[in-house]
C-alpha cells in the first residue's frame, strides 16, 4: 500500500514540476518577444 502512495505522490511531483516547467518557458519566451520585437522595428 505504501509503495502505490509513493509512487502516486512522486508522479503528482513529477507533473507538477513539468507543468511549472512549462509555464515558466512560455513566460519567459512571451518576455523575450516583447523586449526583442521592439527593438527590432524601432
Known sequence: LWSYFVIFIVFQYFSLKTAVS???I???ALTCFYLCVPKAYS
Do not use: V
Open 22 to 24: 512549462r509555464l515558466f
Open 26 to 28: 512560455r513566460h519567459h
